[in-house]
C-alpha cells in the first residue's frame, strides 16, 4: 500500500528541542520519509548538551539532516526566530514537525511556541509529535494521524541506543509503544502524532 500522506511532502522541517528528541519521538517516520525521497532537515534547539556527540552517526542512520542551535526556553523568541530564518529557509518546506503544546518539558513548549512564529507569514503543514515520555501523563496526546514504521523500527531502535542517556526502561517503552500504537491500526509498529494543519490543494 502506497503512503499517500507522506509521499505529498518534498520538503520536511522538524524543530525539536533535544538531541534524541526526533529519534524517540519519530525516528520510524523520518527514516520512511527519507526512503520515499523527502529531504528531512531537523533543527535542534539546545545543542549545548553532551549528547549532542551522538546526532552526527544517528542522523546518518536516518537519514535527516542536523542543524544545531543553542537556546534553551528562556531565550527571547523573536531572537531564535531570527536565527533559525537565517539559516533555513521556511518558505521552501510544506510541513513543519514540532512538540506539542502540553508536553511536560519547557524546552519542548518553547519549540511548539516558535513553530508558531515560524509559520507566521506562509503555508505550511504542522503535525506534533508525540514525545515519550512526556506526553503520556496528565493529559492525553490525541493522535489523529498513525505512521506504520514496521519496516522502519529497528533503524529508529539502532539509532535510539546510540544515546547513552537514553534509559533502558524508556528504550523497551519506545518499542513497546510503537506497538500498542500499531495495535490500533493493524500494524506491527506505528508512530502517531497530532495533525494541527493540513491543507488539500
Ligand atoms: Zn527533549
Known amino acids: 500500500m502506497r503512503s499517500y500522506i507522506l509521499n505529498h511532502y518534498s520538503k520536511v522541517l522538524i524543530l525539536s528541542a533535544h538531541p534524541d528528541d526526533l529519534e524517540i519521538s519519530c525516528g520510524g517516520t523520518v527514516a520512511k520519509f527519507v526512503d520515499e525521497g523527502t529531504k528531512v532537515d531537523n533543527i535542534i534547539l539546545c545543542s549545548n548538551v553532551n549528547h549532542k556527540k551522538y546526532v552526527a552517526s544517528s542522523s546518518k542512520i536516518l537519514g535527516y539532516n542536523p542543524i544545531y542551535l543553542n537556546h534553551r526556553d528562556e531565550s527571547p523568541t523573536s531572537k ?22 502540553e508536553d511536560w518539558h519547557q524546552d519542548h513548549r518553547f519549540c511548539h511556541e516558535l513553530g508558531n ?26 493522535a489523529n494521524l498513525f505512521v506504520d514504521i514496521t519496516r522502519y523500527k529497528y533503524k529508529k531502535l539502532d539509532a535510539i541506543s546510540l544515546y547513552d542517556n537514553v534509559p533502558d526502561e524508556y528504550f523497551i517503552g519506545i518499542d513497546s509503544m510503537s506497538r500498542y ?21
Open 117 to 142: 512564529s515560524l509559520r507566521r507569514k506562509q503555508q505550511l503543514d504542522v503535525w506534533y509529535m508525540n514525545a515519550y515520555p512526556y506526553c503520556q501523563k496528565y493529559k492525553s496526546f490525541e
Open 181 to 201: 500504537r500499531g495495535s490500533f491500526v493493524h500494524v506491527k509498529h506505528a508512530e502517531v502524532f497530532k495533525v494541527d494543519t493540513l491543507l488539500y490543494s
Open 80 to 101: 531564535v526566530i531570527s536565527e533559525i530564518e537565517k539559516k533555513v529557509d521556511v518558505e521552501s518546506y510544506d510541513l513543519l514537525i514540532t512538540h506539542w503544546i
